[in-house]
Every structure is written in C-alpha cells, then in structure tokens.
C-alpha cells in the first residue's frame, strides 16, 4: 500500500518548458513536503506546506487538502533543475514517493 | 552553518561483518531519522528516535540496530543479519515529530554501502 503517489516517475523537458509534478496521498497529514535530490544523492528540502500555494524563485508549490493533491511546478525550466523530485507527506512519521526524475534538455 | 554530516560517503565490507554509519547534527533537533533507499522505491524508514536513549523501529528494522547515547549523534550499525544490505543510507533529522504541526526535515548527504 502506498500513501503517497507520484507522476510521472520520468520527465523529459526542454530548456524553457514549463514542468509540473503531482503528487496523491492517503493519510490524514500535518505537512507536505516536496524534496530534491540531486545525482550525488543528498536532497534538499524544497518547501513544506500545509495549505494554498508557496512560491520560492521559479518554483512553485501547490496543495489541496480537500483532494489530498500537490502540484510541484516548475517554470522557466533550466538544466540545472535536472534532479529527482520527492513527494513526503507527514502525520506521526514521513511517508514518501518514489520520486519524479527530472530531465531538462538545454 | 548547521547541518548533518554523514560518514563515510562511500563504504565496502564482506559480507559476514557489522559496520557502523556515522550521522552527526549540530541543528539541536530532537528528532531523527535512518531512511534506507534503493532503486525505483521509495525512503524506506529502518529506526527514529525522537529524544536521547530513545528510539523506535521502521518498517524494515531487521539487521539493523542504533543508538542515541547523545542528541547529535545517530549512528546505525547494519549487522550480518541483514540479508540484503547493499543500498543507499540517509540520516536525516527534524525539530520535531508527531506534534501535528509541519516538522522541517534535514537530510544528510548519504552513505552508499556495498556487501560483497
């Protein structure tokens, strides 16, 4: 049983595209976390968000409670955005996705 | 800068032998966390602790034993018991867990084991 579902698991993009990333869950959560994680393997946490939308330079972070959805979008996209993106959903512990892996095409 | 510092980045054992990864924060988070992952799966939780000299097992804790003798250190040991111990390792850490408030999460920069 998986409580946090992601698609798609690869995406091909070229330079300038405007990426999205989805994210579906099951469990009643505190927080939902989107996580990058880059070829050499550490990851970096992104955004933690509860509720609405966060924005941090080009990417975006959306969440709807009610549908148990996030979006991760990504505009303007560059090479270097190229990396594995995690979904995690959070209530007494971390639940995550097995990842979206990312390619931009310059 | 605070942060969690892994070590080593890359290990190798035979298999038979016991070894120990390291996993230090200076954050002064009370949680923290071993993640195991391997390819096309998710994180996969092995143990946490949320305080000193205290620690529950994961999903997968089989051949895998921890202590929290100090609130910066975390270190996992993977024993000859574990069948398939070959994998990527990540430490990670947050303030908190389970208080029904977000918990920002850290992770370090990994360990890739490899039994032979």
């Known amino acids: 049983k998986n409580e946090v579902e992601q698609s798609p698991q690869n995406l091909t993009a070229q330079e300038g595209e405007f990426i999205t990333i989805n994210c579906s869950y099951s469990?009643?959560?505190?927080?939902l976390h989107w996580l990058q994680q880059h070829p050499g393997g550490g990851i970096v946490s992104l955004f933690m968000?509860?509720?609405g939308k966060k924005k941090h330079g080009r990417l975006i972070a959306t969440i709807n409670i009610q549908e148990k959805h996030s979006s991760l979008h990504i505009t303007a996209s560059h090479p270097r955005d190229s990396a594995v993106y995690i979904c995690?959903?959070?209530?007494?512990?971390?639940?995550f996705g097995t990842g979206t892996s990312l390619t931009v095409i310059p | 800068d605070g942060g969690i510092t892994q070590s080593p980045k890359y290990l190798f054992r035979k298999e038979g032998q016991n070894v120990t990864l390291s996993c230090e924060q200076n954050?002064?988070?009370?949680?923290m966390y071993w993640y195991r992952q391997d390819p096309g799966q998710g994180l996969r939780l092995i143990y946490y602790?949320?305080?000193?000299?205290?620690?529950q097992k994961g999903d997968i804790a089989e051949g895998y034993s921890v202590s929290r003798e100090k609130k910066e250190s975390f270190p996992l040991t993977v024993t000859s018991a574990q069948k398939n111990p070959t994998a990527f390792y990540l430490c990670?850490?947050?303030?908190?867990?389970?208080?029904?408030?977000?918990?920002?999460?850290?992770f370090g920069n990994g360990t890739r084991l490899t039994v032979t």
């Open positions: 990670a850490s947050s303030p908190y867990l389970g208080t029904g408030v977000g918990s920002p999460l850290h």
């Open positions: 469990v009643g959560i505190s927080a």
């Open positions: 968000l509860s509720s």
């Open positions: 995690a959903v959070e209530d007494n512990q971390f639940y």
């Open positions: 954050l002064n988070h009370d949680a």
């Open positions: 602790s949320q305080i000193v000299n205290d620690f």
